[in-house]
Nanobody, 127 residues
Framework: QVQLVESGGGSVQAGGSLRLSCAAS????????MGWFRQAPGKEREGVAV????????DYADSVKGRFTISRDNAKNTVYLLMNSLKPEDTAMYYC????????????????????WGQGTQVTVSS
């Protein structure tokens, strides 16, 4: 069972930056894709960014392209989401997720394609 632990959320003003981290447990050798999802109150959970764990490649939701960057450090089993130029509409609970197949690694990401989920970290952007 892979465990994912997010950190780095918080409250910032519009235009600010945050970096989220997702640390995966050591038994994550079968993971082929990592992703960040978010869910705002009253809205469905949506995929924000995904990254292959072994191949090169990332994908982003149109709403965050040019502002968010997903990256990974395989030696640390950690995936990051750097969020710049934050907007109030970025306010949401952000979840890290992992999939065992690389075919899941595209946007729009499907929740059902991801097998493991973190507990979430809150991001609040004020205007």
């Amino acid at each position: 069972q892979v465990q994912l632990v997010e950190s780095g959320g918080g409250s910032v003003q519009a235009g600010g930056s945050l970096r989220l981290s997702c640390a995966a447990s050591s038994d994550s050798d079968n993971i082929r894709c990592m992703g960040w999802f978010r869910q705002a109150p009253g809205k469905e959970r949506e995929g924000v960014a995904v990254i292959y764990t072994e191949l090169d490649g990332t994908d982003y939701a149109d709403s965050v392209k040019g502002r968010f960057t997903i990256s990974r450090d395989n030696a640390k089993n950690t995936v990051y989401l750097l969020m710049n130029s934050l907007k109030p509409e970025d306010t949401a609970m952000y979840y890290c997720a992992a999939a065992i197949w690389s075919a899941a690694c595209y946007i729009p990401a499907k929740n059902r394609d991801f097998h493991y989920w973190g507990q979430g970290t809150q991001v609040t952007v004020s205007s």
